[in-house]
Every structure is written in structure tokens, then in C-alpha cells.
């Protein structure tokens, strides 16, 4: 059962930021937040991961309040190329990736 | 460096057949782990296999198994297909737990 809930779809225009914000009341004191990005009919792709704060790479920013029982991935000015599906999940640095229903980002021109 | 890679990509397989998918990790990662992903039911953990055991397990039936070779590629197995196992099965691999590199998945049909 995913520890996680999600909007089930968003739309943007190329150019704009996204922000894609997750649930996870129930959060543990072990488990990190993690961010996947999946294209159709391919695997599902690392994005971001953080346990608090911010957390920044070249793809996208993580922000985390204190309490930790949300997060939110922000993507900077979107492209088409940037539709897709955006999972979030809460995982003890195990193995077992338990993955809810996602986010599909539609962006369109 | 060369990504996971999964063969075959596509099968089409009888009702009642058994099935083995193959995957070979990124060299140095010595997990990996697989996952079926179907439209009903989502992705969902199968097992994963470090240092050729199985170290987890998800909620499947006894019919879908796998295993590790001592170069870390990996098959899973699934005996007497039924028509809810076509589905795209993916495998993953990773050096550091939380960050999985996944297949391009092996596409089942199973008529």
C-alpha cells in the first residue's frame, strides 16, 4: 500500500514551473523522499532524492518542510518533453520501491 | 556506461506456459530488483536479489520466481502463465538503495 498521495494529473505550458506537492502523513522517522519521472512504455527514472530542507540538482529542486508530512518537486520552466508521470514515494533507503498511482504532468504549447 | 538491459523486449506466450526474463544490470551494481507494472494495478515490487539471494519480497504467488548469477545479471520465472500476468516487466539495478536504474522492461502478452 503507497505511503503517498498525489494529484492524479496537472497541466502546464512549456515555460512555466511545476510544482507537484505529495502527502505522506505517516511518514517515518528513516524513511527518505524520493522522486521517479516515467515516460511511456519505459522504466521509471531517478529524479531527486531528500530527507529535509531543499535539495536541488540540474533536474528539478525538492523542498521539505520540517514536519516532513509533505514535499513538493518543483520543475522550472517545463518543456514538452517533460510529460510524463511523476511518482513520489517515502522509502528507508530499502529496496522494495512501493510506488502509488503518480502524478501525469500534461505540458503543452 | 552501459544501462540495464532486459531481453527479451516483447513475448507473446500461451495460457498455462511458464516464461524466464533475463536482465543484466550496470556493471558494479550488485541489486537489482523487478517490478511489474500493468495499467490496474500499477508498479509493483516483485523481489530483489543482492549478492545472489533474495533479500525481499513482495506480494506475488509462488508461480514468479528469479534468481542472480555470480555476475549479478538476473532472470525471473513465471510458471503457468495466466491471462493477468501480461503486463511490462521491469528490472532495476542499483549501487545505493534508494536510487534504481530501470530496464526498458520486457513487454508480456499472454493469450
Known amino acids: 500500500l503507497a505511503k503517498t498521495t498525489q494529484p492524479i494529473s496537472m497541466d502546464s505550458y512549456e515555460g512555466q514551473e511545476v510544482n507537484i506537492t505529495c502527502s505522506h502523513n505517516?511518514?517515518?522517522?528513516?524513511?527518505?523522499i524520493t522522486w521517479y519521472q516515467q515516460f511511456p512504455s519505459q522504466g521509471p527514472r531517478f529524479i531527486i532524492q531528500?530527507?529535509?530542507t531543499k535539495v536541488t540538482n540540474e533536474v528539478a529542486s525538492l523542498f521539505i518542510p520540517a514536519d516532513r508530512k509533505s514535499s513538493t518537486l518543483s520543475l522550472p520552466r517545463v518543456s514538452l518533453s517533460d510529460t510524463a508521470v511523476y511518482y513520489c514515494?517515502?522509502?528507508?533507503?530499502?529496496?522494495?520501491?512501493?510506488f502509488g498511482k503518480g502524478t501525469t504532468l500534461s505540458v503543452s504549447s | 556506461k552501459a544501462g540495464v538491459t532486459q531481453t527479451p523486449r516483447y513475448l507473446i506466450k500461451t495460457r498455462g506456459q511458464q516464461v524466464t526474463l533475463s536482465c543484466s544490470p550496470i556493471?558494479?551494481?550488485?541489486?537489482v530488483s523487478w517490478y511489474q507494472q500493468t495499467p490496474g494495478q500499477g508498479l509493483q515490487f516483485l523481489f530483489e536479489?543482492?549478492?545472489?539471494?533474495?533479500?525481499n519480497k513482495g506480494n506475488f504467488p509462488g508461480r514468479f520466481s528469479g534468481r542472480q548469477f555470480s555476475n549479478s545479471r538476473s532472470e525471473m520465472n513465471v510458471s503457468t502463465l495466466e491471462l493477468g500476468d501480461s503486463a511490462l516487466y521491469l528490472c532495476?539495478?542499483?549501487?545505493?538503495?534508494?536510487?534504481?536504474?530501470f530496464g526498458p522492461g520486457t513487454r508480456l502478452t499472454v493469450t
Open positions: 532495476a539495478s542499483s549501487k545505493v538503495a534508494y536510487e534504481q536504474y
Open positions: 505517516n511518514i517515518a522517522t528513516n524513511d527518505y
Open positions: 531528500g530527507y529535509k
Open positions: 514515494l517515502v522509502d528507508q533507503a530499502g529496496t522494495a520501491l512501493i
Open positions: 556493471s558494479g551494481h550488485r541489486s
Open positions: 536479489y543482492f549478492s545472489e539471494t533474495q533479500r
